[in-house]
């Protein structure tokens, strides 16, 4: 299996560019785009995404959000963890581990990882070793979360029950 680089995006506008590609773009990007044309972020800021890159192609992308515990409505103590958003590897290139490459280096932060799956992807997921989250509330709200904690960490210690 091919090993491969994850690397944290800049903010500029090569980036953006790059990630209209991606069917998940939207309101984030578009966002980041007027700050970008405000000036108001610089090519060094902080990006909350990361990517990997197929010779110079952007192929695949996830944005990783550190919630710090007291903002935490998932786990019971609160803690600290990383949400996993947009996760997306282009179409030409899935199937070959790109995917799998993103989430191992989120698991690799040493923090539980919390996610919320599409519909179609609870049995990558699962592989990934991530539980599902069945709370009621979760549901009400429209999400399917999924969370993985780090070894030795019991999943019954941290789930709320609602």
Do not use: C, H
Not at 58 to 87: C, G, H, N, T
Not at 149 to 157: K, R, T
């Amino acid at each position: 299996m091919e090993m491969y680089e994850v690397v944290r995006l800049k903010i500029n506008f090569k980036t953006l560019e790059e990630f209209e590609n991606f069917r998940e773009y939207g309101q984030q990007e578009l966002s980041m785009k007027e700050d970008l044309e405000g000036n108001i972020i610089d090519n060094d800021s902080e990006s909350p995404f990361y990517g990997i890159y197929f010779g110079n192609k952007l192929v695949a992308r996830m944005s990783l959000y550190k919630i710090e515990a007291k903002f935490d409505r998932y786990f019971e103590p609160a803690q600290d963890y990383y949400e996993l958003w947009k996760l997306e590897v282009l179409p030409a290139y899935q199937g070959r581990g790109i995917g799998t490459a993103l989430v191992d280096y989120a698991k690799g932060l040493g923090l539980p990882v919390k996610t919320n799956g599409r519909q179609s992807s609870d049995e990558f997921w699962k592989k990934m070793k991530f539980e599902p989250i069945t709370y009621q509330t979760e549901r009400d709200r429209g999400e399917n979360p999924f969370v993985w904690f780090p070894e030795g960490v019991s999943e019954q210690q941290y789930t709320k029950s609602e």
